[in-house]
């Protein structure tokens, strides 16, 4: 296979991108207002318009021609068929079965009747402690859960239940093993109603493991026994033997699988936390809204096709336009953990410099994704999108309809949304600001002095996705959209998207490090480091630092 900058697509990608890239997107909308219409599209409960990127019709010609280069539809359909794709880690990638209705074995495995039969098991156990069935989970009820997880095992099910309606018990989500992070939770809960959930695909990762046995400690001391403090204790792991050794029982153990992606799996049992949150039915409406999406990925053209476009749109930026950044700006407080959770999964799916057979890169991959709640950044950050230095491309993502809420505030909220898209295309020129303070009476000096403060240069490219209603159908979809466009990326960057090699070091080097912090082994680091560790360590014989 050609390398990508070899390709025919990208040789007239960069052609195409060297007649266009000085046209404005004002002038391209006054030309040709129809834009917004071509450039729209209504998937599975979102609407997507992505007519507000420097592109006209040929810009996603030669996009399309590009996925179409580089296989994306039979990698996609290997993909979906069990393929090991995942080739450093010799796995399938099937996060997409955990929510398919179709049958599939893999290797003789057969995949569907698994995923049933666990879902089946995380079912009928949330739903008795959600009934508050004595003797589930301990011996009351239980009001409070405790997930205990990091990075997939964390951020999947912190995202969904911060979006939906919670009508279970409360949800603590403790990931960080810092003291201060265990107390805040552990202080406010009662151990006989509290039931913890450890989720770790491996079952080997300190964070959780250190906050696991700190948190089993609390319930002994409170229920007054380490087998009272294991009854309200659950596993949720891809290692049942390592949970096993740690005592949990077989039925205390709920299961995913190794061609589940930590960053892929709120759809397993990874998604317990969801259900006791949700219920079960709710969770089974999730699962269909991700199929939604992944039928479309499946079945639509390219050119109509969400997943696609929006990738193809992030290549164009990265590749074409060197932006190194992208933005994501949800304008619904309950979408607030998209950022983070789509950090993860595009910045550890395609942060990766070798392709998939360990080649150097000559080209840029996964961009540096960031944001927040977008009226709260309009407040912050806003600024340097429309004046800094940077170039950096967005997406918003808005509500359209939240039964029950203010209709004012929503106003308010979809105007900003609005206003801040068009305001990043439009910009306003200096002639024009110029124009305005002359009108408003500011003297001819002031005038060109301000206008050259006040000129937006525009021209800053984003897509709207407007999700009809947020409902697990529609919270489905974009989780699985955000999957299918990370996905494609990778293909088209000829990377692994599924392994995440680039964390291994350091977790290395702090097994090692915590060694030295407990006075079981010798110093041995670059002099910074050995530096900063001594610090640290006088901790344990203070001496005064300062007079
Ligand atoms: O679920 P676990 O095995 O505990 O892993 C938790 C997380 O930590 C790892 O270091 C990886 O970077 C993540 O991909 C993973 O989701």
Redesign the pocket.
């Known amino acids: 296979m050609k390398t990508l900058d070899k390709t025919d697509a990208w040789v007239s990608l960069q052609a195409h991108f060297n007649e266009t890239h000085a046209t404005h997107m004002r002038d391209l909308f006054v030309t040709d207002p129809g834009r917004s219409k071509r450039f729209s599209l209504d998937v599975a409960g979102i609407f997507c318009d992505y007519s507000k990127n420097r592109i006209n019709d040929t810009t996603r010609e030669l996009l399309v021609q590009l996925a179409r280069e580089r296989g994306v539809e039979a990698r996609r359909d290997a993909m979906f068929s069990g393929a090991p794709i995942n080739r450093t880690e010799g796995r399938s990638v099937l996060h997409t079965a955990l929510r398919s209705k179709e049958a599939l074995s893999v290797m003789g495995v057969d995949v569907a009747a698994a995923v049933v039969r666990e879902k089946n098991r995380m079912a009928a156990f949330s739903e008795a402690v959600r009934n508050g069935v004595p003797g589930v989970a301990g011996k009351g009820m239980i009001r409070d859960v405790i997930n205990i ?5 964390d951020l999947g099910p912190k995202m969904v239940t911060q979006a939906l309606p919670v009508t279970g018990p409360r949800l603590h989500f403790l990931s960080n093993p810092d003291s201060n992070a265990v107390h805040r939770i552990l202080e406010k809960l009662c151990a006989e109603e509290t039931l913890v959930i450890v ?7 300190q964070e ?1 493991l250190t906050n696991f046995h700190t948190v089993k400690q609390w319930l002994s001391e409170f229920l007054g026994s380490e087998r009272d403090a294991m009854a309200q204790c659950v596993a949720v792991t891809a290692n049942p033997a390592a949970a096993a050794a740690l005592g949990f029982a077989e039925e205390r153990t709920f299961v995913f699988w190794n061609w589940v ?3 892929y799996s709120l759809w397993s049992a990874i998604g317990l936390p969801i259900m006791l949150a949700i219920g079960a039915d709710q969770f089974e409406l999730l699962l269909d809204g991700a199929r939604a999406m992944d039928q479309h990925f499946r079945h639509a053209a390219l050119e109509e096709n969400m997943p696609v476009l929006l990738a193809l749109l992030g290549i164009w930026y990265r590749n074409f336009h060197h932006a190194p950044s992208h933005m994501i700006a949800p304008y619904d407080a309950r979408l607030g953990e998209v950022v983070p959770y789509v950090q ?1 999964l595009d910045m ?1 799916s395609n942060g990766k410099r070798v392709d998939i057979r360990g080649n150097e890169l000559g080209y840029g991959t996964g961009p540096l994704i960031w944001g927040g709640l977008g009226i709260n950044g309009q407040h912050a950050y806003f600024q340097l999108l429309h004046q800094g230095t940077h170039w950096i491309p967005v997406d918003f993502i808005g509500v359209m309809h939240s039964p029950g809420s203010i209709t004012e505030h929503q106003w308010v909220v979809h105007a900003n949304m609005l206003a801040q898209a068009e305001a990043l295309m439009l910009g306003r020129s200096t002639a024009q600001t110029y124009r305005e303070l002359r009108t408003a009476g500011l003297s001819l000096e002031r005038s060109e002095y301000l206008a050259r403060h006040r000129t937006f240069p525009g021209n800053i490219p984003s897509t709207t996705l407007l999700l009809d209603t947020l409902t697990p159908r529609t919270l489905g979809a974009l989780i699985a959209l955000y999957e299918h466009k990370v996905f494609v990326q990778g293909v088209i960057w000829d990377i692994n998207s599924f392994d ?1 090699c680039g ?1 291994e070091l350091g ?1 290395q080097l702090s097994t090692d490090i915590f060694a030295e912090l407990a006075g079981a082994a010798p110093v041995v680091h670059d002099a910074s480091t050995t530096a900063l560790i001594a610090r640290i360590k006088r901790f344990d014989n203070p001496e005064p630092t300062h007079s």
Request: positive net charge; charged residues 20%.
């Open positions: 997880g990091i990075g997939g095992s989720s770790s695909k491996t079952f080997t990762t959780s992606g930590g960053r993860q550890e995440q964390v977790k």
